[in-house]
T-cell receptor, first 114, second 115 residues
Framework: GENVEQHPSTLSVQEGDSAVIKCTYS??????FPWYKQELGKRPQLIID?????GEKKDQRIAVTLNKTAKHFSLHITETQPEDSAVYFC?????????????FGKGTLLTVNP | KAGVTQTPRYLIKTRGQQVTLSCSPI?????VSWYQQTPGQGLQFLFE???????NKGNFPGRFSGRQFSNSRSEMNVSTLELGDSALYLC??????????????FGPGTRLTVL
């Protein structure tokens, strides 16, 4: 089955700086990679996703890049703000059949200091 | 559209008891996945139901079970509760749309405490 590794587990940045979170996956057939943001005491929220036929996707201050050859993908947040502070989870969707499910990384606690 | 709902939101049980949690997906969504979330472990996949059939299963003991009804609502059951079962249980629903895409939307979770 799919295995997703996420780094770093914690990340602290100053307001206005950029933050980068990286994930690697094991199943070369995985074709969908979402990112979720979970604020304290709240449910995970989908913030951006990318399909395997795309190398990069942007949405305002957030972007995701995918390197299929190396089997890794990254979340980039620019001009960070205190409200970006949360736990971020990456995930990968495995190939069909019994692997047609999302496998999540263990999360990155991002703290943006004012 | 109403989001994913879960009931109850909070639950306190004692060891050895059993518990049933409920999840109502977004209207039109046929896939429901369940996750256990604990500090330090992230989101651990329990199982997924699609059209009343269990399609995927995670590495949890047989004490954890689930089912899905014809209206896509899902329940999960944990029997013979252990202290380590204390966690936030999240369900997520998904619309099986474009090939390769599986956008999951999470419910607020049920916080289970086992004493």
């Amino acid at each position: 089955g799919e295995n997703v590794e996420q780094h770093p587990s914690t990340l602290s940045v100053q307001e206005g700086d950029s933050a980068v979170i990286k994930c690697t996956y094991s199943d070369s057939a995985s074709n969908y990679f979402p990112w979720y943001k979970q604020e304290l005491g709240k449910r995970p929220q989908l913030i951006i996703d990318i399909r395997s036929n795309v190398g990069e996707k942007k949405d305002q201050r957030i972007a995701v890049t995918l390197n299929k050859t190396a089997k890794h993908f990254s979340l980039h947040i620019t001009e960070t703000q205190p409200e970006d502070s949360a736990v971020y989870f990456c995930a990968a969707k495995g190939s069909g059949g019994s692997n047609y499910k999302l496998t999540f990384g263990k999360g990155t606690l991002l703290t943006v200091n004012p | 559209k109403a989001g994913v709902t879960q009931t109850p939101r909070y639950l306190i049980k004692t060891r050895g008891q059993q518990v049933t949690l409920s999840c109502s997906p977004i209207s039109g969504h046929r896939s429901v996945s369940w996750y256990q979330q604990t500090p330090g472990q992230g989101l651990q996949f329990l199982f997924e139901y699609f059209s009343e059939t269990q399609r995927n299963k995670g590495n949890f003991p047989g004490r954890f079970s689930g089912r899905q009804f014809s209206n896509s609502r899902s329940e999960m059951n944990v029997s013979t509760l252990e202290l380590g079962d204390s966690a936030l249980y999240l369900c997520a629903s998904s619309l099986e749309g474009l090939a390769g895409v599986k956008k999951q939307y999470f419910g607020p979770g049920t916080r289970l405490t086992v004493l």
